[in-house]
């Protein structure tokens, strides 16, 4: 079956703008994370989904920094203002409930002029 | 912030060598997986092995973890050119809700 998706590939923003990523998981998988990777930081968590709720969002780096989902399926990473400091690709994850393997999606390039 | 050290940073050999990797965590954990990934994107999970288990086995990728030291390897035999990636150790600490805390990484490179 099809794995997980996110749009776009990716993002050249001017600072300032806001900008909306997009994943997709595999179907049936109720658990959803996204991940930031950057040269500075490494790869990290950003939020958790369960279903439509996100019971850990200790990674979003600011109040900058917002997600939902909708209808368990579909998540909406959004950065308000961006900055220069916000790229990176931003890697999505989703999983089966407490299931231990993640699969992840290709990512979105973000660059921020 | 990263829980866990991999080394070396970069690794280069020839095709049909052994690759091994080592990474180094912290705190306490439920298991400890291997992605691996190419230019950059996506993450391809590898292997898995719990607290509990000491070493394990899938194809060519062997994995072992030392709970007292925490540790891990994975030794890539016979390797591909094909198998020129970064590596990536992630841990699922105990109590941490399934979410992965990723070492820095391996950059491995296979010559023909």
């Known amino acids: 079956g099809a794995g997980v998706s996110q749009s776009p590939s990716n993002k050249v923003t001017e600072k300032g703008k806001d900008v909306e990523l997009r994943c997709d998981p595999i179907?049936?998988?109720?658990?959803l994370y996204w991940y930031r990777q950057s040269l500075g930081q490494g790869l990290e968590f950003l939020i958790y989904?369960?279903?439509?709720?996100?019971?850990?969002k200790s990674g979003l780096p600011s109040d900058r920094f917002s997600a939902e989902r909708t209808g368990g399926s579909v998540s909406t990473l959004t950065i308000q203002r961006t900055q220069q400091e916000d790229s990176a690709v931003y890697l999505c994850a989703s999983s089966h409930f407490n299931a231990e393997t993640q699969y992840f999606g290709p990512g979105t390039r973000l660059l921020v002029l | 912030s990263q829980q866990g050290e991999e080394d070396p940073q970069a690794l280069s050999i020839q095709e049909g060598e052994n690759a091994t990797m080592n990474c180094s965590y912290k705190t306490s954990i439920n298991n400890l997986q291997w992605y691996r990934q190419n230019s950059g994107r996506g993450l391809v999970h590898l292997i898995l092995i719990r607290s509990n288990e000491r070493e394990k086995h899938s194809g060519r990728l062997r994995v072992t973890l030392d709970t007292s030291k925490k540790s891990s390897s994975l030794l890539i035999t016979a390797s591909r050119a094909a198998d020129t990636a970064s590596y990536f150790c992630?841990?699922?600490?105990?109590?941490?809700?399934?979410?992965?805390?990723f070492g820095t990484g391996t950059q491995l490179k296979v010559e023909l």
């Open positions: 179907s049936g998988h109720t658990a």
């Open positions: 989904f369960q279903g439509n709720s996100a019971p850990d």
């Open positions: 992630a841990t699922d600490l105990t109590g941490g809700g399934n979410k992965l805390t």
